[in-house]
């Protein structure tokens, strides 16, 4: 009797857990380590989309648009590439001391429209999608992509030079660097769009096992006038944060865009 009360709780549990984490999917990237010391340093990454934070049970992350970039400024040729049924992986040396960003780039556009009374959607570039729609279409609506995922993984020394924003989309310039989180301790971030600060955004904050408790334990903070948001980390471990638009700002005449940002940070004791 006691076994089977056991079983139902769980299963209620279980369940619990699902209503409140797959109400979306999240795409991530999640390093083998954010902090190395010595020397002959890798890092092996996944890249995949879940319900549950950093667990695989859903597709894996496209990283068709995967860049790496040196504490210098050079790119770095990713290694060990795989694609797997739940997840993508890659390797990367790391060869130089200081800060490494690495961060997958999903640029593009949709558009949806009627054609002869059937709905249809297609994919495409901003410059081109509104040209390849059929003459004769109807209902017509595009939107303009600007996704960007990024993690921070450092060798030695932490560095900035990699921190910097191109101006283009959503953008995250870490105030706090990004391997110096530490557990009881508050960091600072500002988000920028297209150079700008972001102000008024709301960003999402979950920590990762939701897979292993039956609450979210989510939390919401808004960017203020320059962009700027803090974090107080209530325990160590990898956190997954995220914030979006939508507006009018498209290089695509009466299109909306659709910008996102989403990185994976790694919470240490202190």
Known sequence: MKKHLK????ALAAS???SVSAYAHRTWLLPSATVLAGKDNWVTVDAAVSNDLFYFEHQPLNIDGLAVMAPDGSAVTPENVAKGRY?????VKLTQDGTYKMMVLNQGAFASYKLDGQQKRMRGKPETIAKDIPAGSTDVRISEIQGRIEIFVTSGKPTDAVLKTTGTGLEMVPVTHPNNLYAGEKATFRLML???PAAGLDVEVVPGGIRYRDKLN????TTDESGTFSVTWPTPGMYWLHANIRDKKSRIENAERRASYSTTLEVLAP
């Open 16 to 18: 619990s857990a699902l």
């Open 218 to 221: 989510d939390s919401k903070v």
């Open 87 to 91: 997840r993508n992986t890659f390797d």
């Open 194 to 196: 297209d150079g700008q």
């Open 7 to 10: 079983l139902t709780l769980l």
